[in-house]
């Protein structure tokens, strides 16, 4: 195959072990090794047959399906770059992206494809968009390679792609009120893979459940871990991932071995999914990250389901893991204050930075600033954002600052304490509020808009957006509701709409968030 | 015509719990209910839960969706459908 670093064990395994499974839908179609290499080669001939070149950014805007991989893998083959969208988010939201990141071509299907194909002729942007009839399965990729009518050559691929150039752009919520992308160069992932292959000896037997979706990085471990490891992956589409009762039933009886979500997927499988009744079967290590994971939830799943490993890992998008904190059996649930982060992954320096400039001391908070392999190279197209994201030392060491709030205690351990600015985590996914502000404001009816959050009595993060009126006509929370499904993720939306004549101002001028986010807008 | 009475009920805790403040009017019998993000993953848990409840009904795994649970209509021919009375 290529000489993208990250599909040797790809090929390794379709050459050794061709049958054995790499990929199983929902439905129960299984893909091998052999077959999904195969894929990729022919889908990779077929990018660079319509002018994908190195370095290319290819959006892959397909549900969860063997397709969205065997694209992801035909993208990387060409020396392209792989930018995963949300097929269940607005059109206008995945166009921008696009556009953003100046995609050569969008591989997309369904009906939400179609809508983004209309979306995308309507900004005049100059791109491929290549609409595969059907998704699941491999089908429709095989549909489209034969369209397509490129002749296969098995050629082979070019040069071994350099450890730095990029694999692929993970846009997250940006501050300054439009999604921002993060590039993700080979080399970190590489790192990122050696670092899980280590701790957590993955091996063919194993099953992992892929949960988070793509465009979520939690997926680089679901995809490449796997992968390296001739592992199987059981790939949890949109009709499945938010159903705790499928998914619980789905961990015995599919016989998964590993799982890494958010703790909000988790929490959610405790509250709606009988966990606690249920066999966890195979079951041997169960990862989560992306938020904080509250210990009462914490205690009950680590008693219903005793038997597997449980780890908390750090790291935000632009850095992936970079400390880990194994659940010892002994943990004492009462006793401690929160879940630590744990200590630095291998090959990792963390730094707490007081907030004078020097080395934070134990128990003392300050921001959490990275030196990691894994990395990324910066934000695609902002080199003001990537300046102030990423700072060299006096040894060239590249530092990112996280933003990130953590002490280190006397045993050296790290403890996380939440955020220096405005950006907020609600069920693992990260919100730039700005980012909600900037998509309410073009509301007609609306004048000003500010967003708070408060945590409430289940200990979900509640958004809530103040509003004041353009002029006397007050739009209902639903008609706001659906404006914002039409601009946003659902994951974005505020859960509360508060209308307000004006908004309460500090003696400095500025809006007084604090006075706004203690409020109850219910009441 | 009124609404029926189990249309009534979820209208009420949908309002109640996911839209404060909100006119009941602004709720239809038609008003998609999870496409809008009025309902999201989470909240879709809970008015199943509360389903379950009120009526002493039993939703399976493949039935927390769309299909079955969008507009305060779908949600009444589904309870009624498990032999719920509204």
């Given at each position: 195959?290529?000489?993208?670093?990250l599909?040797?064990?790809?090929?390794?395994?379709?050459?050794?072990?061709?049958?054995?499974?790499?990929?199983?839908?929902?439905?129960?179609?299984?893909?091998?090794?052999g077959?999904?290499?195969?894929?990729?080669?022919?889908?990779?001939?077929?990018?660079?047959?319509?002018?994908?070149?190195?370095?290319?950014?290819?959006?892959?805007?397909?549900?969860?399906?063997?397709?969205?991989?065997?694209?992801?893998?035909?993208?990387?083959?060409?020396?392209?770059?792989?930018?995963p969208?949300?097929?269940?988010?607005?059109?206008?939201?995945?166009?921008?992206?696009?556009?953003?990141?100046?995609?050569?071509a969008?591989?997309?299907?369904?009906?939400?494809?179609?809508?983004?194909?209309?979306?995308?002729?309507?900004?005049?942007?100059?791109?491929?968009?290549h609409?595969?009839?059907?998704?699941?399965?491999?089908?429709?990729?095989?549909?489209?390679?034969?369209?397509?009518?490129?002749?296969?050559?098995g050629?082979?691929?070019?040069?071994?792609?350099?450890?730095?150039?990029?694999?692929?752009?993970?846009?997250?919520?940006?501050?300054?009120?439009?999604?921002?992308?993060?590039?993700?160069?080979?080399?970190?992932?590489?790192?990122?893979?050696?670092?899980?292959?280590?701790?957590?000896?993955?091996?063919p037997?194993?099953?992992?459940?892929?949960?988070?979706?793509?465009?979520?990085?939690?997926?680089?471990?679901?995809?490449?871990?796997?992968?390296?490891?001739?592992?199987?992956?059981?790939?949890?589409?949109?009709?499945?991932?938010?159903?705790?009762?499928?998914?619980?039933?789905?961990?015995?009886?599919?016989?998964?071995?590993?799982?890494?979500?958010?703790?909000?997927?988790?929490?959610?499988?405790?509250?709606?999914?009988r966990?606690?009744?249920?066999?966890?079967?195979a079951?041997?290590?169960?990862?989560f990250?992306?938020?904080?994971?509250?210990?009462?939830?914490?205690?009950?799943?680590?008693?219903?389901?005793?038997?597997?490993?449980?780890?908390?890992?750090?790291?935000?998008?632009?850095?992936?893991?970079?400390?880990?904190?194994?659940?010892?059996?002994?943990?004492?649930?009462?006793?401690?204050?929160?879940?630590?982060?744990?200590?630095?992954?291998?090959?990792?320096?963390?730094?707490?930075?007081?907030?004078?400039?020097?080395?934070?001391?134990?128990?003392?908070?300050?921001?959490?600033?990275?030196?990691?392999?894994?990395?990324?190279?910066?934000?695609?197209?902002r080199?003001?954002?990537?300046?102030?994201?990423?700072?060299?030392?006096?040894?060239?060491?590249l530092?990112?600052?996280?933003?990130?709030?953590?002490?280190?205690?006397?045993?050296?351990?790290?403890?996380?304490?939440?955020?220096?600015?405005?950006?907020?985590?609600?069920r693992?996914?990260?919100?730039?509020?700005?980012?909600?502000?900037?998509?309410l404001?073009?509301?007609?009816?609306?004048?000003?808009?500010?967003?708070?959050?408060?945590?409430?009595?289940?200990?979900?993060?509640?958004?809530?957006?103040?509003?004041?009126?353009?002029?006397?006509?007050?739009?209902?929370?639903?008609d706001?509701?659906k404006?914002?499904?039409?601009?946003?993720?659902?994951?974005?939306?505020?859960?509360?709409?508060?209308?307000?004549?004006?908004f309460?101002?500090?003696?400095?001028?500025?809006?007084?968030?604090?006075?706004l986010?203690?409020?109850?807008?219910?009441? | 015509?009124?609404?029926?009475?189990?249309?009534?009920?979820?209208?009420?805790?949908?309002l109640?719990?996911?839209?404060?403040?909100?006119?009941?009017?602004?709720?239809?019998?038609?008003?998609?209910?999870?496409?809008?993000g009025?309902?999201?993953?989470?909240?879709?848990?809970?008015?199943?839960?509360?389903?379950?409840?009120?009526?002493?009904?039993?939703?399976?795994?493949?039935?927390?969706?769309r299909?079955?649970?969008?507009?305060?209509?779908?949600?009444?021919?589904?309870?009624?459908?498990?032999?719920?009375?509204?």
């Open positions: 195959m290529s000489g993208n670093a599909l040797v064990a790809l090929a390794e395994h379709a050459r050794s072990s061709p049958d054995a499974v790499f990929l199983v839908e929902m439905d129960g179609r299984t893909t091998t090794y077959a999904l290499a195969s894929l990729a080669t022919r889908i990779a001939e077929t990018l660079r047959e319509f002018g994908v070149r190195p370095g290319d950014r290819v959006g892959v805007h397909l549900r969860k399906s063997v397709d969205a991989v065997a694209a992801i893998c035909g993208i990387l083959h060409a020396e392209g770059i792989y930018v969208l949300d097929a269940a988010a607005p059109a206008a939201r995945s166009a921008s992206i696009l556009v953003d990141c100046g995609a050569r969008v591989l997309t299907g369904g009906p939400s494809g179609e809508v983004l194909r209309q979306e995308l002729a309507a900004l005049d942007a100059a791109m491929q968009v609409l595969l009839t059907g998704v699941g399965g491999g089908a429709g990729i095989q549909e489209w390679l034969v369209q397509s009518g490129v002749p296969v050559t050629t082979q691929g070019g040069h071994p792609t350099s450890p730095d150039s990029a694999a692929c752009i993970l846009y997250t919520s940006g501050s300054t009120g439009g999604p921002k992308g993060v590039v993700i160069p080979v080399r970190a992932v590489e790192s990122f893979v050696q670092w899980a292959i280590a701790s957590f000896a993955p091996n037997c194993d099953r992992v459940a892929s949960h988070a979706p793509f465009h979520f990085d939690l997926s680089i471990f679901d995809l490449f871990v796997p992968m390296r490891a001739g592992a199987s992956v059981l790939l949890l589409d949109d009709s499945v991932v938010a159903n705790p009762r499928l998914l619980v039933e789905c961990i015995a009886s599919r016989g998964i071995t590993i799982w890494y979500s958010t703790p909000t997927t988790l929490r959610m499988l405790l509250d709606h999914g966990l606690e009744e249920t066999p966890s079967g079951l041997r290590l169960v990862l990250a992306g938020e904080v994971f509250p210990l009462p939830q914490l205690r009950r799943l680590t008693r219903a389901w005793p038997a597997p490993r449980y780890c908390n890992l750090y790291g935000p998008t632009e850095t992936n893991v970079v400390t880990w904190f194994e659940v010892p059996p002994d943990f004492d649930f009462d006793r401690e204050p929160s879940l630590p982060i744990g200590e630095p992954c291998a090959g990792v320096i963390v730094m707490v930075e007081a907030d004078c400039g020097g080395m934070a001391g134990a128990g003392e908070v300050g921001e959490l600033l990275i030196c990691s392999p894994t990395t990324m190279t910066g934000y695609w197209n080199p003001d954002l990537t300046a102030r994201a990423l700072q060299k030392d006096s040894q060239e060491r530092w990112y600052k996280t933003g990130d709030l953590a002490s280190r205690d006397e045993r050296g351990v790290l403890h996380f304490h939440g955020r220096r600015d405005r950006m907020i985590k609600r693992g996914y990260r919100i730039e509020l700005a980012e909600i502000e900037a998509a404001s073009h509301h007609p009816q609306l004048g000003a808009v500010v967003t708070s959050t408060r945590v409430d009595s289940r200990g979900q993060t509640v958004i809530v957006a103040h509003v004041t009126l353009r002029g006397a006509e007050r739009p209902s929370v639903v706001l509701k404006y914002c499904s039409a601009h946003l993720p659902l994951w974005m939306i505020p859960d509360q709409f508060e209308v307000l004549h004006s309460p101002m500090t003696s400095t001028g500025k809006v007084d968030l604090q006075s986010g203690t409020r109850d807008p219910g009441s | 015509m009124s609404d029926s009475a189990i249309v009534e009920a979820a209208r009420q805790f949908i109640d719990r996911f839209l404060p403040g909100e006119a009941a009017g602004a709720l239809t019998p038609t008003t998609p209910l999870i496409s809008t009025i309902l999201d993953s989470l909240s879709v848990l809970e008015l199943v839960t509360f389903l379950e409840n009120r009526y002493s009904i039993e939703f399976a795994a493949h039935e927390v969706d299909a079955h649970l969008d507009t305060l209509v779908a949600i009444e021919s589904t309870v009624r459908q498990k032999g719920g009375r509204g």
